[in-house]
T-cell receptor, first 114, second 111 residues
């Protein structure tokens, strides 16, 4: 009953470092996405994928890279961390087919860039 | 994308019914209305979704008038544990990439 799993839960990076936030889902969902949420704000879409091998940019893609080699995994890479990327990151997935497809979110990854 | 407008915050007391209204004047024919709930330090979770009229589940009711330019999430008899941020989303039920999260409504339930 795992759903959407994100790792790590917490991470501190120095400016300029790179890292990867991992996301995995076990619901065989075609659609996966990454959001960031700044304090007191709503979620902003970074990148999304509608299936293995297919990715596209969302609202705030700069500074982030994604790939989708399998249906289950959708890692988010920070290429050269900046303090402006300090945020909470949520991975999400949903089925692409049918009425009423729910978006399932992970528990979040708290990232601080110093 | 249909823009949504919700109150930034609301206060209520335990046991009361809470109604949160969302305005979406530019809703398109294919758009659905979906509400999510987010507790502190957690990801949002689905509450209810509708297209028109009224939808009810074990958690909430969603009222959508005929013109669909607004919708109202109704939470019956709230408890302290209903304190959360509630997001109204409007978009096509297609892959989810058209769903845009605004700042939501911060509901505080007081004892």
């Amino acid at each position: 009953n795992a759903g959407v799993t994100q790792t790590p839960k917490f991470q501190v990076l120095k400016t300029g470092q790179s890292m990867t936030l991992q996301c995995a889902q076990d619901m065989n969902h075609e659609y996966m996405s990454w959001y960031r949420q700044d304090p007191g704000m709503g979620l902003r879409l970074i990148h999304y994928s509608v299936g293995a091998g297919i990715t596209d940019q969302g609202e705030v893609p700069n500074g982030y890279n994604v790939s989708r080699s399998t249906t289950e995994d959708f890692p988010l890479r920070l290429l050269s961390a900046a303090p402006s990327q300090t945020s909470v990151y949520f991975c999400a997935s949903s089925s692409q087919i049918g009425i009423g497809n729910t978006i399932y979110f992970g528990e979040g990854s708290w990232l601080t860039v110093v | 994308l249909a823009k949504t407008t919700q109150p930034i915050s609301m206060d209520s007391y335990e046991g009361q019914e809470v109604n949160i209204t969302c305005s979406h004047n530019n809703i398109a024919t294919n758009d659905y209305i979906t509400w999510y709930q987010q507790f502190p330090s957690q990801g949002p979770r689905f509450i209810i979704q509708g297209y028109k009229t009224k939808v009810t589940n074990e958690v909430a009711s969603l009222f959508i008038p005929a013109d669909r330019k607004s919708s109202t999430l109704s939470l019956p008899r709230v408890s302290l544990s209903d304190t959360a941020v509630y997001y109204c989303l409007v978009g096509e039920d297609n892959y989810g990439q058209n769903f845009v999260f605004g700042p939501g409504t911060r509901l505080s339930v007081l004892p």
